[in-house]
């Protein structure tokens, strides 16, 4: 009876521990509300190179966005501002060991459309960043010559889901 009770107490604090340990990269994205579009992000694995010994920038995290639009108006151009993590690795790498994070950080994003190939879904990557939290869409533009801007009544946020498919490789 009392070696079932310690392995529900070491149980439950490796638990916490490891909730402890993913909250240093994750945060709770804020809700959309009066999002003028649907707007969605999934993880996208995709294969690049990392230079080792230069300084070549590669991409960095991808995904692919979504947007439904239920008005049927052509979306043109979008803004995106991504939300989410970097650390102090090179190329935005995780080093092993103990390395400073900036949980704060975000990165801009510009993706276009044409009347003719409006946008419905685009790749986005990021340059730098070790873990992405959301997605935010912070300006719409339409081929009529709308435009729409978040505003404290209508923001659009996609938070990526945590599945991540594996790329093939290459033989």
Known sequence: M?????????????????????????????????CP???SADRRAHLHS?????SANSPGLGFDVYFMNPAQRVLV??????????????????????????RNTTES????GTPEAPLLRSLVLTKKMSA???LELTRLEYADGGVWQVSAESRC???PNLYLPVAATAR
């Not at 990392?50 to 230069?54: A, I, P, V, Y």
């Not at 151009?77 to 790498?93: Q, S």
Request: hydrophobic share 45%; glycine share 10%.
């Open 2 to 34: 009392r070696l079932s009770s310690m392995f529900l107490v070491v149980l439950f604090s490796s638990g916490s521990f490891a909730a402890g340990a993913s909250n240093l990269l994750y945060v709770q994205p804020p809700s959309s509300q009066a």
């Open 37 to 39: 579009v649907g707007f």
């Open 109 to 112: 994003i510009q993706i276009t």
């Open 77 to 102: 151009k979008a803004d995106i501002l991504v939300h989410g993590a970097k650390t102090a690795g090179r190329d935005g790498l995780i080093p092993t060991g103990s390395a400073p994070v900036s």
């Open 157 to 159: 946020i996609a938070a």
């Open 50 to 54: 990392r230079s080792t010994s230069s």
């Open 132 to 134: 992405v939290s959301w």
